[in-house]
């Protein structure tokens, strides 16, 4: 099986522009995670979906980020307009159905390495 | 939010050596976990620890869970070139989340 895809695996774009990130996840699983990793800030988690519902986007950082899953095997990240201080890398993951109380594994993708000029 | 603590932050070896590396927190957990990530790709889980004192073997790599489910630590063994990356663990976050240490970055070289 496929693990989870991300495109672009690299995206240099100016300060301003509109930066569009996705994320396909592993067939079957219901939650799906977007992160934020920097040396500074480690890992954060910006936003997560269960069965495409946003649950929690306390961690977006600003307004000028957005994230949307439309059906279960897609979902973007969407900078407008971007900044330098969003260069980072990006990981989408995402973890099967919650079996009661369980640490569920989380599955990254490869990540969107994101350099705003 | 619990905070996971992980030390050193760094970690530069030759091949051949052991090491340890640590996960602290003030708050208990009731399991942690370990991932690493390998250069210029997405962390991929190595272990599940869930109860208080238990040790778990994957290869020339242990982990142990603290008694008290606060801490936990990754010894290797005769690390190699291979076992380059950052070594995370990662808890409960709550409702189906993680949270994550920034990370131990551990270079072996030949």
């Known amino acids: 099986d496929a693990g989870v895809i991300q495109s672009p695996r690299h995206e240099v774009t100016e300060m301003g522009q509109e930066v569009t990130l996705r994320c396909k996840p592993i067939s079957g699983h219901d939650y799906l995670f977007w992160y934020r990793q920097t040396m500074m800030r480690g890992l954060e988690l910006l936003i997560y979906f269960n069965n495409n519902v946003p649950i929690d986007d306390s961690g977006m950082p600003e307004d000028r980020f957005s994230a949307k899953m439309p059906n279960a095997s897609f979902s973007t990240l969407k900078i407008q307009p971007s900044e330098p201080r969003d260069s980072a890398v990006y990981f989408c993951a995402s973890s099967p159905p919650s079996r009661g109380g369980s640490q569920e594994t989380q599955y990254f993708g490869p990540g969107t390495r994101l350099l705003v000029l | 939010t619990q905070l996971l603590e992980q030390s050193p932050q760094f970690l530069s070896i030759q091949e051949g050596e052991n090491l340890t590396v640590y996960c602290n927190s003030s708050s208990v957990f009731s399991s942690l976990q370990w991932y690493r990530q390998e250069p210029g790709e997405g962390p991929v889980l190595l272990v599940t620890?869930?109860?208080?004192?238990e040790v778990k073997k994957l290869k020339r790599l242990t982990f142990q869970f603290g008694d008290a489910r606060k801490d936990s630590s990754l010894h290797i063994t005769a690390a190699q070139p291979g076992d380059t990356g950052l070594y995370l663990c990662a808890g409960p976050g709550g409702y189906s989340t993680l949270t994550f240490g920034k990370g131990t970055m551990l270079l072996v070289s030949p």
């Open positions: 620890v869930v109860t208080g004192g």
